[in-house]
T-cell receptor, first 114, second 114 residues
Framework: DGGITQSPKYLFRKEGQNVTLSCEQNLNHDAMYWYRQDPGQGLRLIYY???????QKGDIAEGYSVSREKKESFPLTVTSAQKNPTAFYLC?????????????FGEGSRLTVL | GENVEQHPSTLSVQEGDSAVIKCTYSDSASNYFPWYKQELGKGPQLIID?????GEKKDQRIAVTLNKTAKHFSLHITETQPEDSAVYFCAARGYGGSQGNLIFGKGTKLSVKP
């Protein structure tokens, strides 16, 4: 089945450690996105990529990094510089970047910093 | 940039009643307004959307209305069922480039009591 796969579903990290969240899609979508979800805060955009080897900062990019070496993959690294990393992270993709294309979301990764 | 306000943050209804969720947006250039439903532990899924050249759209028990003059749009769910219980997000999108990313409201947790 086509879709977006995020892994791991749950992740625990000690303070000071970097962690990478995986996002893979087999929908042949050009655009991919990372959102952070906190209780009562909705979805906030971290980074997005409209094409391979190119990505842009979203509204809350500080403390995060991404890469887009392949069309189907858009991993997110939460660095030790992120002051409050505990959150639910959602990856999404769409056919048409910057247009009215539907976003398809993965099932999310919950990161907890101990 | 765009700002989306969503109300109420929580909504509880009896099965069979109607539910209404309202959103306002700030950027008059926004032209696309989707609604996403997020079930517990999963990623959001698009349930209905509306473009700025349309005032109302229906899909079975779900409808969305748009008032461009007042810059607000609403989700209407009729004959609610327990499986409608979820968090609902509204969003708005401008046209093209960095303005083309969705801005989400903070979500409404809908509970439908049997």
């Amino acid at each position: 089945d086509g879709g977006i796969t995020q892994s791991p579903k749950y992740l625990f990290r000690k303070e000071g450690q970097n962690v990478t969240l995986s996002c893979e899609q087999n929908l042949n979508h050009d655009a991919m996105y990372w959102y952070r979800q906190d209780p009562g805060q909705g979805l906030r955009l971290i980074y997005y990529s409209q094409i391979v080897n190119d990505f842009q900062k979203g509204d809350i990019a500080e403390g995060y990094s991404v890469s887009r070496e392949k069309k189907e993959s858009f991993p997110l690294t939460v660095t030790s510089a992120q002051k409050n990393p505990t959150a639910f992270y959602l990856c999404a993709s769409s056919i048409l970047p910057g247009n009215t294309g539907e976003l398809f979301f993965g099932e999310g990764s919950r990161l907890t910093v101990l | 940039g765009e700002n989306v306000e969503q109300h109420p943050s929580t909504l509880s209804v009896q099965e069979g009643d109607s539910a209404v969720i309202k959103c306002t947006y700030s950027d008059s250039a926004s032209n696309y307004f989707p609604w996403y439903k997020q079930e517990l532990g999963k990623g959001p899924q698009l349930i209905i959307d509306i473009r700025s050249n349309v005032g109302e759209k229906k899909d079975q028990r779900i409808a969305v209305t748009l008032n461009k003059t007042a810059k607000h749009f609403s989700l209407h769910i009729t004959e609610t069922q327990p499986e409608d219980s979820a968090v609902y997000f509204c969003a708005a999108r401008g046209y093209g480039g960095s303005q083309g990313n969705l801005i989400f409201g903070k979500g409404t947790k809908l509970s439908v009591k049997p």
